[in-house]
């Protein structure tokens, strides 16, 4: 192969990666605003603000006790 060959071959495998990963992000961000979406309209808008406020002001270690927590409860629930 040659040092073209190499480097043609080495720009489409990074426009497919580019191109995967810019997929990729679309599909995450179209997850998102379709969960936002769904999460309004159970909630309501003053309610999703309020849990998002509350979320947004824990650090790291509290959030993460916080959902396991609750996802421990969620999952134990035989009421479903």
Known sequence: MTATTNTASAS???SSALTDESHRSGLLVE?????TQRLRDTLG????NSLRDHGAAMDTDTAVAYTLTHL????TNTDR
């Open 12 to 14: 489409a495998r990074s």
């Open 31 to 35: 997850i998102r605003r379709d969960t």
């Open 45 to 48: 808008k003053e309610q999703l």
């Open 72 to 75: 421990e409860a969620f999952l």
